[in-house]
């Protein structure tokens, strides 16, 4: 679990401190409809740059319960070179809140209504290719994602200083399932 530094050290603005139980809402459907209209707003803001746009996280897994946030990954051609996509994005709304250079370079901007998390990776890192199949392979197996929903349920019931905790608490399930899905990590590859 990262430690208050680390997670104040990659935010921008201060930590927001949660001191609760995490919401999980039932699959709701409309959810991979939310997406939509904000994969619209990406590609207008951003382009040609746009080198890859996919809706991932729980709420692009029909029948998985989630905190009711869009999670969206967006390969650029380098994360590290915001100026050429973070001032387009905030123009369209979003609000830089993540820079994680000790990891993959991840930066990740909030958007609101509906609330969106926007990872951003450079194309060809491996964490891209790591959710992909992790989402993939939860939507096909019904095994894994009954053992997911059910980690999950648990560990919302908790009380958590930072949603970070929650989420990397559920890195031990979360790894379980990468491993039996084939996933293999690889270096992130700059184009």
């Given at each position: 679990m990262r430690s208050d530094e680390e997670i104040a050290a990659a935010r921008i603005g201060p930590p927001e401190l949660h001191n609760g139980t995490i919401y999980l809402a039932p699959y709701d459907p409309e959810w991979p409809r939310?997406?939509?209209?904000?994969?619209?707003?990406?590609?207008?803001a951003l382009g040609e740059r746009v080198l890859l746009l996919e809706h991932a996280g729980s709420t692009s897994v029909p029948g998985l319960s989630a905190k009711p946030i869009i999670d969206i990954?967006?390969?650029?051609?380098?994360?590290?070179?915001e100026p050429a996509y973070v001032p387009d994005l905030e123009a369209a709304g979003y609000r830089l809140r993540v820079r994680e250079p000790d990891w993959h370079e991840h930066r990740m901007l909030r958007g609101a209504d509906p609330t969106v998390n926007l990872h951003v990776f450079t194309l060809g890192c491996s964490e891209i290719d790591r959710m992909m199949r992790f989402r993939d392979h939860l939507r096909a197996d019904?095994?894994?994602?009954?053992?997911?929903?059910?980690?999950?349920?648990?560990?919302?019931?908790?009380t958590w200083k930072y949603v970070q905790h929650y989420?990397?608490?559920k890195s031990q399930v979360?790894?379980?399932?990468?491993?039996?899905?084939g996933?293999?990590?690889?270096?992130?590859?700059?184009?």
């Open positions: 939310q997406f939509e209209p904000e994969a619209a707003r990406i590609r207008g990954v967006l390969a650029v051609a380098d994360t590290t070179d019904e095994a894994d994602r009954t053992l997911y929903e059910n980690a999950k349920q648990e560990l919302a019931g908790r989420a990397d608490a979360v790894e379980q399932i990468v491993a039996r899905s996933v293999t990590p690889r270096d992130c590859v700059r184009h």
